[in-house]
């Protein structure tokens, strides 16, 4: 099971927030601003966002218009613009008891943020006032508030109260086996606490109860978004993200304005092997991102990254750039991030780290001499300092210089002071640099025709990436590409095919279908069949490549 951490590293890049728009003045040009979560809609539902709906006891279409709406922007996790839908809702029809229970539910937690003890007791509040007014509906809003009331109770996101909540949601889920929506927000309910500390059979159940409620919802309607982005995530944290493969090929057309919906398929185009699509899929939610922000009349450049998700699609994007060799696209997600680390303030590693994905991706692919150019890192950002390094040093070894490469390996320090309590990302933070620096080294040898000291190098970096330290780390993986690929390229250049083609094999368990490593195992299987090696390995790309194996 993977951990979730989307993090909103670059919302920390500029230098202050964008003022609040007049609500009532932007909202002709809200359909988009929404779903980067920015501005609130407030006389107007949103289309773009997915399904979603429930029924619920009013005399007044147009709260019943707004707390569906709500529903849609909160499941497409456009959270506050979701929130305000339900407030809309509120003010149509202020004896709506759902109306009520829609905020409240809004502001609780998700997969991927919990809230503290500040936000449950204000949610807590509205959840009261639902009860109150629901005191002679329907049933079934008699439950659902009952449930929510548990989730405020100690709860969060890994807290007693989540599971009370979750376990309440399904009863009423199996009260009501016919209804889409109930099922998807149990599964929801389900998945929020999962991903945290407990026993794993535990944690097990929670999940494959989520996943089976979620395709009962699929089977009865195979285009409900809501129940397609939560399959995508629990058949990811599950280990068959290809279950939702089909599902995922549709679900950007069902839900064209939600930026964060576009994204999600690369979830499991890039545990398949589709890292094209992967990257794609986050070059159109970043243009979604780069739409809304303009809109919004974001500061330029960097008023982009407040927008909650923009962060994740780009460092996303990168991901599968790098892997599928779309330079064209890797280079235009990171050069933005590039160009923000002079005035980025510092913050957790994880910030860093993924920053440093800009740089993986401007060492792999952009001009040697442009890279070499790039401007220092502050001294007190000592793990960016060394993904520069390492970016600088990927340049060098693509133009052979291997005392350069060695270079700015040496400059990447061994150790750095972290203090694990206060930042618990610092220190994968330090595992990366550790694995560019062993990456580097052993581009090095290579290049001096020291494939033995290449392979111990490459191995040492294998280690720390396959260790537990990264085991449920980041999605996408935070290191770019599987580094046993390298070591079976330094094994074949020893003359030691077979334990080659052992160490590929390895490396497409990691990432399966990763161009690179499938061009090497040709390689190596035309090597173990007696054919002469060839002095290049034909690479990958929209763009025809071709890498050494100093590169791999």
Same mark, same amino acid.
């Given at each position: 099971?993977?951990?979730?951490?989307?993090?909103?590293?670059?919302?920390?890049?500029?230098?202050?927030?964008?003022?609040?728009?007049?609500?009532?003045?932007?909202?002709?040009?809200?359909?988009?601003?929404? &779903?980067?979560?920015?501005?609130?809609?407030?006389?107007?539902?949103?289309?773009?966002?997915?399904?979603?709906?429930?029924?619920?006891?009013?005399?007044?279409?147009?709260? *019943?218009?707004?707390?569906?709406?709500?529903?849609?922007?909160? #499941?497409?996790?456009?959270?506050?613009?979701?929130?305000?839908?339900?407030?809309?809702?509120?003010?149509?029809?202020?004896?709506?008891?759902?109306?009520?229970?829609?905020?409240?539910?809004?502001?609780?937690?998700?997969?991927?943020?919990?809230?503290?003890?500040?936000?449950?007791?204000?949610?807590?509040?509205?959840?009261?006032?639902?009860?109150?007014?629901?005191?002679?509906?329907?049933?079934?809003?008699?439950?659902?508030?009952?449930?929510?009331?548990? /989730?405020?109770?100690?709860?969060?996101?890994?807290?007693?109260?989540?599971?009370?909540?979750?376990?309440?949601?399904?009863?009423?889920?199996? $009260?009501?086996?016919?209804?889409?929506?109930?099922?998807?927000?149990?599964?929801?309910?389900?998945?929020?606490?999962?991903? *945290?500390?407990?026993?794993? *059979?535990?944690?097990?159940?929670?999940?494959?109860?989520?996943?089976?409620?979620?395709? &009962?919802?699929?089977?009865?309607?195979?285009?409900?978004?809501?129940?397609?982005?939560?399959?995508?995530?629990?058949?990811?944290?599950?280990?068959?993200?290809?279950?939702?493969?089909?599902?995922?090929?549709?679900?950007?057309?069902?839900?064209?304005?939600?930026?964060?919906?576009?994204?999600?398929?690369? #979830?499991?185009?890039?545990?398949?092997?589709?890292?094209?699509?992967?990257?794609?899929?986050?070059?159109?939610?970043?243009?979604?991102?780069?739409?809304?922000?303009?809109?919004?009349?974001?500061?330029?450049?960097?008023?982009?990254?407040?927008?909650?998700?923009?962060?994740?699609?780009?460092?996303?994007?990168?991901?599968?750039?790098?892997?599928?060799?779309?330079?064209?696209?890797?280079?235009?997600?990171?050069?933005?991030?590039?160009?923000?680390?002079?005035?980025?303030?510092?913050?957790?590693?994880?910030?860093?780290?993924?920053? &440093?994905?800009?740089?993986?991706?401007?060492?792999?692919?952009?001009?040697?001499?442009?890279?070499?150019?790039?401007?220092?890192?502050?001294?007190?950002?000592?793990?960016?300092?060394?993904?520069? #390094?390492?970016?600088?040093?990927?340049?060098?070894?693509?133009?052979?210089?291997?005392?350069?490469?060695?270079?700015?390996?040496?400059?990447?320090?061994?150790?750095?002071?972290?203090?694990?309590?206060?930042?618990?990302?610092?220190?994968?933070?330090?595992?990366?640099?550790?694995?560019?620096?062993?990456?580097?080294? &052993?581009?090095?040898?290579?290049?001096?025709?020291?494939?033995?000291?290449?392979?111990?190098?490459?191995?040492?970096?294998?280690?720390?990436?396959?260790?537990?330290?990264?085991?449920?780390?980041?999605?996408?993986?935070?290191?770019?590409?599987?580094?046993? /690929?390298?070591?079976?390229? $330094?094994?074949?250049?020893?003359?030691?095919?077979?334990?080659?083609?052992?160490?590929?094999?390895?490396?497409?368990?990691?990432?399966?279908?990763?161009?690179?490593?499938?061009?090497?195992?040709?390689?190596?299987?035309?090597?173990?069949?007696?054919?002469?090696?060839?002095?290049?390995?034909?690479?990958?790309?929209?763009?025809?490549?071709?890498?050494?194996?100093?590169?791999?």
């Amino acid at each position: 099971m993977r951990t979730l951490l989307l993090a909103p590293l670059m919302l920390l890049l500029a230098p202050a927030a964008a003022p609040a728009l007049d609500q009532t003045e932007a909202a002709p040009s809200l359909h988009k601003i929404c &779903g980067g979560d920015l501005v609130a809609p407030s006389t107007t539902v949103l289309p773009g966002y997915g399904t979603g709906s429930l029924a619920i006891a009013t005399n007044t279409p147009a709260a *019943q218009a707004f707390f569906d709406n709500g529903l849609q922007l909160s #499941h497409a996790f456009a959270h506050k613009a979701g929130t305000a839908a339900f407030q809309a809702a509120r003010r149509l029809d202020p004896a709506c008891a759902m109306c009520a229970w829609g905020e409240a539910w809004s502001l609780g937690p998700t997969i991927n943020y919990p809230v503290g003890a500040d936000e449950q007791a204000k949610a807590s509040k509205i959840v009261a006032e639902a009860a109150k007014l629901a005191a002679s509906g329907p049933e079934k809003e008699r439950q659902l508030i009952a449930a929510l009331a548990l /989730r405020y109770t100690r709860g969060g996101g890994s807290g007693p109260g989540d599971l009370a909540f979750a376990k309440a949601m399904d009863d009423i889920a199996r $009260a009501y086996p016919d209804d889409s929506e109930i099922a998807t927000l149990a599964a929801d309910a389900w998945m929020i606490p999962t991903p *945290q500390k407990g026993p794993k *059979q535990a944690r097990q159940d929670r999940l494959h109860r989520a996943v089976a409620l979620l395709e &009962g919802v699929l089977k009865r309607d195979p285009d409900f978004t809501p129940a397609i982005h939560f399959y995508i995530h629990a058949t990811e944290m599950s280990g068959f993200p290809g279950r939702a493969e089909l599902y995922a090929n549709k679900l950007a057309t069902l839900a064209p304005a939600a930026s964060h919906l576009v994204h999600m398929p690369s #979830h499991t185009y890039y545990w398949l092997g589709r890292y094209q699509d992967a990257a794609d899929a986050n070059v159109r939610a970043a243009a979604i991102d780069a739409a809304d922000a303009k809109a919004a009349k974001l500061p330029e450049p960097d008023g982009i990254y407040q927008l909650t998700y923009h962060a994740h699609n780009v460092q996303f994007g990168i991901g599968g750039a790098l892997i599928s060799g779309d330079a064209k696209s890797a280079l235009a997600l990171s050069a933005p991030i590039i160009a923000a680390v002079a005035h980025m303030p510092k913050g957790p590693g994880y910030y860093d780290m993924a920053a &440093g994905t800009g740089y993986f991706a401007q060492g792999r692919f952009a001009d040697p001499d442009t890279v070499l150019a790039l401007p220092d890192v502050p001294a007190d950002r000592p793990f960016l300092r060394a993904y520069r #390094h390492y970016a600088r040093g990927e340049a060098l070894a693509r133009k052979g210089d291997a005392v350069g490469v060695r270079a700015e390996a040496d400059a990447i320090p061994t150790r750095i002071a972290i203090d694990a309590k206060k930042d618990d990302s610092a220190p994968q933070a330090l595992g990366l640099t550790r694995i560019a620096r062993f990456v580097l080294m &052993g581009r090095a040898a290579m290049l001096e025709k020291r494939p033995d000291r290449a392979a111990k190098f490459y191995a040492a970096a294998a280690r720390i990436e396959e260790s537990p330290l990264f085991a449920d780390w980041t999605d996408p993986p935070s290191w770019w590409y599987p580094v046993r /690929r390298s070591l079976a390229a $330094a094994l074949l250049a020893q003359g030691k095919p077979k334990d080659a083609l052992a160490q590929a094999d390895a490396a497409l368990k990691r990432r399966p279908r990763d161009p690179v490593t499938l061009a090497l195992k040709t390689e190596i299987e035309a090597t173990l069949a007696g054919k002469p090696a060839s002095a290049t390995i034909l690479a990958y790309g929209r763009k025809r490549r071709t890498i050494t194996p100093a590169m791999i």
